[in-house]
C-alpha cells in the first residue's frame, strides 16, 4: 500500500506529540501515513482558526497532502 501523506495541525508546539499517536493509529488500520507538522513560527502572523492553520501548514510544507488532521 502506498504510504500517504497528511498535515497535522494543532492549536500549540505542546500538542505536536499527537501526531505520532494518529500515525500509530492509522498504521494499527494498515494504512502507512506520514505527518508534517509544520512550525508555524515560521510565518509572520497566522491566525487560529482551522481555515488560516490549514491554509499556512500547507504552504510551508509545500505541497498538497491526502489527509488533514485537526487537532482542537
Not at 502506498?2 to 506529540?17: K, R
Not at 494518529?22 to 481555515?51: M, Q
Request: glycine share 10%; proline share 4%; aromatic share 6%.
Amino acid at each position: 500500500m502506498q504510504t500517504l501523506t497528511g498535515l497535522f495541525v494543532s492549536e500549540g508546539t505542546s500538542d505536536g506529540p499527537l501526531a505520532g499517536i494518529v500515525t500509530t493509529l492509522f498504521a494499527r488500520h494498515g494504512i502507512p501515513i506520514r505527518l508534517s507538522t509544520p512550525d508555524f513560527e515560521y510565518l509572520v502572523k497566522v491566525k487560529k482558526d482551522v481555515e488560516s492553520r490549514v491554509k499556512a501548514g500547507l504552504q510551508l510544507i509545500g505541497r498538497t497532502v491526502d489527509i488533514v488532521v485537526v487537532h482542537r
